[in-house]
C-alpha cells in the first residue's frame, strides 16, 4: 500500500512534478522575497561561523545566501523532503555540507544533530498550528544555540489554500514560553515576522 502524502508536502511534491528543481517549486513568490526573508534570519542570529541546521532546505538557497554575503557557516546540514529540490542542492557541492533526505515533521529526530542554530525559512508555512507549534518546540530542543525561523503573519501572504498563518503575538507568546531571550522583526515584507528564540547562557 502506498504512503499517503501529507498534506504539508503535497504542494513541494505538485510543484516539484510541474516545475523539476525549478524556483517555483519551492512556493515563494520571487527571488527577492527568498531573500528578503533570508537577511532577516541573519539580522536576529548571525549564522558565520557556526554549525547551521536548514530545516526544509529545498536547493540550500539559505547556504547560498550566507556565501555571498561572507558569512558561510562552519557546518552545514540541510534537511529536505522533495526528491528533486535536495538533488539540487546535493548537486552544489558545498563543502562541509550534507543533505539530509528526510520528512523532519513526521521524524523530529532528525532536527538532533547537534547544530548551534536551528533554521527554518517557509518550510512551515504548510503545516497546521498543532504541527507548526510541536515542531518548533523540538527545533528550540534541538539547537544547542539558536532557533530562528520566519512565518506568515497575516492573510496577506498567505491567499494560497494551502498556506497558513498565524497571528504574530500568539507566536511571540510561545516563543517567550521556550526562552526569555526571544527578539522579533517584521519590517521586511508585510505580512512576514521572523522570530529567533537564543538559550539562555549558562
Not at 501529507?6 to 527577492?32: E, R, V
Not at 523532503?81 to 520528512?103: M, N, Q, Y
Not at 492573510?155 to 516563543?175: I, K, P, Q
Request: glycine fraction near 4%; aromatic fraction near 10%; charge should be negative.
Amino acid at each position: 500500500m502506498p504512503t499517503r502524502i501529507p498534506p504539508y508536502l503535497a504542494p513541494y511534491l505538485l510543484a516539484a512534478k510541474q516545475h523539476g528543481d525549478a524556483f517555483p517549486t519551492l512556493l515563494w513568490a520571487t527571488p527577492a522575497t527568498q531573500a528578503a526573508r533570508f537577511a532577516a534570519l541573519c539580522r536576529l542570529c548571525p549564522m558565520a561561523g557556526k554549525s547551521v541546521l536548514d530545516v526544509g532546505c529545498g536547493r540550500a538557497d539559505l547556504l547560498d545566501f550566507l556565501i555571498s554575503r561572507n558569512q558561510k557557516p562552519h557546518h552545514y546540514v540541510g534537511i529536505e523532503a522533495v526528491p528533486e529540490l535536495a538533488d539540487a542542492a546535493d548537486r552544489k557541492r558545498h563543502p562541509d555540507c550534507i543533505i539530509v533526505r528526510a520528512d523532519f515533521i513526521r521524524d523530529p529526530l532528525r532536527l538532533f544533530v547537534g547544530a548551534d542554530v536551528v533554521a527554518f525559512s517557509g518550510s512551515l508555512n504548510t503545516a497546521d498550528p498543532d504541527t507548526f507549534y510541536a515542531t518548533l518546540s523540538r527545533a528550540y530542543e534541538a539547537a544547542a544555540e539558536s532557533l530562528v525561523f520566519n512565518f506568515l503573519c497575516s492573510s496577506g501572504l498567505a491567499a494560497a489554500s494551502y498556506l497558513t498563518w498565524h497571528r504574530r503575538d500568539d507566536v511571540l507568546h510561545f516563543a517567550r514560553s521556550l526562552s526569555p531571550n526571544v527578539k522579533l522583526l517584521d519590517d521586511y515584507l508585510d505580512g512576514d515576522c521572523t522570530i529567533a528564540v537564543h538559550h539562555p547562557p549558562e
